[in-house]
Structures are given as structure tokens and as C-alpha cells.
């Protein structure tokens, strides 16, 4: 294990900067994830880190050394990837032994550690099974088995779950999670599913148009997001975002609604975000009203989308008796739980 570091990392292809002075320290035995929409340059980050593409400049230090120069077999990493790669001639032990083909183990150590390596990951009842003896899940497990056997600094995975099914998908991110709990290893894990990052990642580094948006814990992410993007990025369904003036007292949203938040931004245009969750159905007065659109029951409780004065608004309303299309209704929400953001550059204010 390892930490990692990356200094001003930059890449370009011909003349067009795709990545914008990436700086992340990586802690030797922390679980990061990268996450972002497509484009947005994680992937490339990843792959530079690996040594799979050619960094323009910065440096890419693992364990402390630099490893610009270095091949990917020289890097002590192991990767991950979004398809299975395994031999589907070879067993689940001989696709597991494939990752020590260059080491200088003996053979009874090989073994040895092919199966220390299958009982961590439930594997051993399948060292004598071809890939398609298995499921989608134990495939993966073996591509991860393979990486492992190596012992290496540092794990790279990317978007090892995105050609899963849904259980599978869940089932995968509990397994890794525990895996690292066990062996301790210096995880950074790419993937555009902002769950996965959520429920898997000591800290999460949020990515757009090949910049850094925020890097932070699950928690402080979540609950307080930097701009406008990460704000809406993070969380299923999306931080509702309201317009608003910094008044005197507080906010006063697009309706004319006045919100008492304190003094800060007297007279300034503002965003004004609220999680859909924290915006509640009630009996009667409210900061907003509006006509539900639809109404999505989840069992517990129940998501409304309601018209207010034209502007689409998630609520949350009760499981057991919910609104239903077509109902007026009343919103209120606790101004402690709102979130300010200046309305042209989208940054967080305090």
C-alpha cells in the first residue's frame, strides 16, 4: 500500500487542454472515487495515474516517487476495468495466477497466495470453473481476484459495475466495500453513478469539464455542496434550485416570498437550493404553493412534483396519504437547511 499524489496534472491532445491542473493527495489506505458525467475527464485522470496515457504535464507520485517515466508494470498499481478482460480458456485459478505471469514467487507461493486470494473474495468452491461456469458478479470478482494476487500499492478500478445488473450492482459495491475494510488498500475508483460514490468512497472528488468541482466526504458533499453543480450532481432526485434576492433580514424567493436566513447578500441576485427532502407537504400556510404535476410513491414516503408559479419543485410528502395529481398544496421547509449560492458564478456563500 501507498499513498498517491497528483501536482498540476495536465493533459492535452493536439492543441485542446482536457485537463486542468489536477492536485489530490490520496492517503495510503483511503478509498477515493472519482465521479462526474461523461466527458468530464476522470477517466483520463485514472489512466495517467496508470501510465496508460502520457501525462503533458505534472507529476504522478505514488509511494513518493514520481512515476512519469516509469511503465505501468513498473508502477506497483493494479487496474481494474469496466469490462471483465478475463480468458474465458483458462480457469478461475489460472485467470487468478495470470497476474503473478512476471513474479518471482515459487510456485507453492503462487498457490499459496491464489488461495489466500480466493477466500477473501468467496471465490475458493470456483478455482476449478471457467468464466462461463460463473456469474456476473463472481467474473468480476475474479478480474478483482487477478489484481489482487499482485499485493500492489495501489488499486485502480474503472467503472468496474456499470455492465451489471441493478442487484448485482449493489451486491458488487458491498463486496468491494468490505474488501477494502479487510486488506486495507489504497482504492481510487472512477464511475459516473453518484451512488456508487456516495456509498462507497472515504472521500469523493467531483469532476467537470476536466476540472475538480469539490473534494470532500459523502457528508460534505451532500450537505454542503460547493457551487450549483455539485449541488445538483450529488443526491437522486436533484437539490431543487430557486432564484432569489439577498434582502436585509434574509432571502426573498422569486414568488415574493421572504425567507428570515440573516443578513449576508443584501440586494444581490441568489440561487437558493433546497433538497427535495427537506421541503415538506403541510396542512395549511407554507412558504410556497403550487399543483402537484405527479406524484412518485417509494413506500416510505412519497416524491411530488408540484407547479409553483411555473417553476418545476420536488417535495416530499407522507407514504401513507400523499397528494395526488392535480391537488393545490402547501410547502414549508426549515431555513437552516437551505443552501445560498451566488446566481452568476454558482459558488456557495456562507
Known sequence: MANLALRDLVKTYDRTEVLHSINLDVQDGEFVVFVGPSGCGKSTTLRMIAGLEEVTSGTVEIGGQVVNNLEPKDR???????????YPHMTVRKNIAFGLRTSKMTRAQKEARIEEVAGILGMTEYLDRKPNQLSGGQRQRVAIGRAMVRDPAVFLFDEPLSNLDAQLRTQMRLEIKKLHRRVGSTIVFVTHDQVEAMTMADRIVIMKDGHIQQI??????????AN??????????????????????GVTLWTGAALATGPGAEGKALTIGI???DLHVVESGGVLTGIVSVAEPLGSETLV???VDGKEII???????????????????????????????GEALA
Open 275 to 277: 433538497r427535495p427532502e
Open 216 to 225: 470532500g466526504s459523502p457528508a460534505e458533499v451532500y450537505h454542503a455542496p
Open 315 to 345: 417535495a416530499s410528502a407522507s407514504g401513507r396519504t400523499p397528494p395526488v395529481a392535480g391537488d393545490r398544496i402547501a410547502l414549508d421547509l426549515d431555513v437552516r437547511n437551505l443552501h445560498v449560492f451566488d446566481a452568476a458564478s
Open 305 to 307: 412534483y408540484v407547479d
Open 76 to 86: 506497483d498499481i493494479a487496474m481494474v476495468f469496466q469490462n471483465y478482460a478475463i
Open 228 to 249: 450549483t453543480f455539485v449541488a445538483q450532481f450529488i443526491g437522486a432526485p436533484s437539490m431543487n434550485l430557486l432564484d432569489g434576492r439577498g434582502t436585509a433580514s
